[in-house]
């Protein structure tokens, strides 16, 4: 954790092993209490709750089920492990937190071995859940005990997430860039290193939608609801956004792509040619513009319908991109590879996602050398899978002109 996001409290996030060395082993001079939980929104059940267990010992610790572990919807968690820990650790009732990377804490009781493992009331009432039946066998085990806390305030993270779920963008970036050693100082200087640098994007194009719906009605006599349509929004995605997002941060964008006779063409079209993109697309009678659709209702996504053609595009669609590349007087290109037909083979096995990265070449001088070595360009990378469709591309880019800037090929 970055001590200048959390100043204080992030000193009390530690693994399991250094917390065992500060308690040391048991009989100990101070006790110690532990819960455990997802602690997603922390909330006034979570503070009544921890505010008991630590009237119960010198100690609490709190310990937290790592991201990896958390199943319970398709959007949980919705705040990230190392914001859960600072959380709690933020609290002045908790003297420690840790994050537990398996699915029960059960191995963690035992390296611990707390006085006591305080339990919310829920856990007992109605009999005891096999899990909690696991965690007391652990603790009878070495000597320690569960606590109940009295459990007078009830909330449900799951359903304060769901009906008014907080808007936490921000803190899951700061957490992002910690992670990552990324500064807004260097994000800064590598925006301003883009300025008028010339960069050719080549990729498949993706329109992704959301539809919106509500709930009016089904689910009697088969399990389908039925959806009264809302709106629907699209966005411009796949490789037109990554030139898009070239561009806004100040490149001179080429962008070669394959797209469908359809209306979702003018849509991608004008929305490169607002962003400044000069697009050369080809135009493929033959195959719709990649449309991925998800169907939502009440922030649920309830189906995903994708209209596409994933078969590889044609040997001229392949010679009039080589020739794009070629005429084009930019130094690195850059490939954006979803597997819709621009940067796909059939001699490429499903195997081949799983070899490493390569950096991307140049074409124009004898020899091609890594994007690595420009310096003003970084990290501009493909996956192996489009190894020989690049090669193809590589060697046949000596042919004829594009087609002009703005243009359909």
Not at 138 to 143: D, F, N, Q, R
Not at 377 to 388: C, K, P
Request: a neutral charge; glycine letters at 8%; charged letters at 25%.
């Amino acid at each position: 954790m970055n001590s200048e996001a959390a100043p204080g409290y992030s000193r009390k996030i530690k693994t399991a092993e250094e917390l065992r060395g500060i308690i040391g082993p048991r009989p100990r001079d101070k006790s110690v209490v532990m819960c455990h939980g997802v602690f997603d929104l922390v909330h006034p059940g979570h503070l009544r709750h921890l505010t008991y267990a630590k009237s119960k010992a010198d100690i609490l610790v709190a310990s937290l089920t790592s991201d990896q572990h958390i199943t319970k919807s398709q959007y949980r968690p919705f705040v990230p492990q190392e914001l859960r820990a600072l959380n709690l650790a933020a609290l002045e009732m908790v003297d420690y937190v840790i994050i537990d990377e398996e699915a029960q804490p059960l191995r963690n009781l035992e390296r611990l071995q707390p006085d006591f493992f305080a339990k919310g009331y829920e856990y007992q009432n109605g009999g005891l859940h096999p899990r909690t039946q696991q965690e007391i066998e652990v603790l009878a085990a070495y000597g320690g005990e569960v606590l109940f806390t009295p459990g007078d305030i009830v909330y449900s993270s799951s359903h304060l997430i769901e009906t008014m779920p907080p808007d936490i963008g921000v803190e899951k970036l700061m957490t992002l860039m910690e992670a990552e050693e990324v500064t807004f100082g260097r994000l800064r200087r590598a925006l301003l290193e883009f300025e008028g640098v010339e960069v050719h994007v080549i990729g498949d194009t993706i329109v992704d939608s959301l539809t919106y719906t509500t709930l009016i009605g089904g689910m009697t006599k088969t399990p389908t609801p039925s959806v009264r349509y809302d709106h629907r929004v699209d966005y411009i995605g796949g490789a037109a956004i990554v030139a898009k997002h070239l561009a806004a941060a100040g490149a001179r964008v080429r962008f070669s792509t394959v797209l469908g006779d359809d209306p979702l063409r003018d849509f991608v079209l004008d929305g490169l040619r607002e962003a400044g993109v000069a697009w050369r697309a080809i135009i493929d009678h033959t195959r719709p513009t990649t449309h991925k659709n998800a169907l939502l209702c009440d922030d649920y996504r309830l189906l995903k319908v994708d209209t596409l053609d994933n078969r590889s595009i044609s040997d001229a669609q392949l010679e009039t991109i080589a020739r794009q590349i070629a005429a084009a007087p930019v130094a690195p290109w850059c490939s954006a590879i979803f597997r819709h037909g621009i940067f796909q083979s059939p001699h490429h096995s499903a195997s081949d996602r799983g070899h490493p990265p390569r950096r991307l070449h140049r074409r124009g001088q004898p020899g091609r050398q890594p994007l690595g070595q420009y310096p003003r360009i970084q990290g501009l990378r493909s996956d192996h899978a489009e190894r020989a469709r690049g090669e193809v591309l590589a060697r046949r880019s000596g042919y004829g002109r594009p087609a002009a800037d703005g243009a359909a090929a």
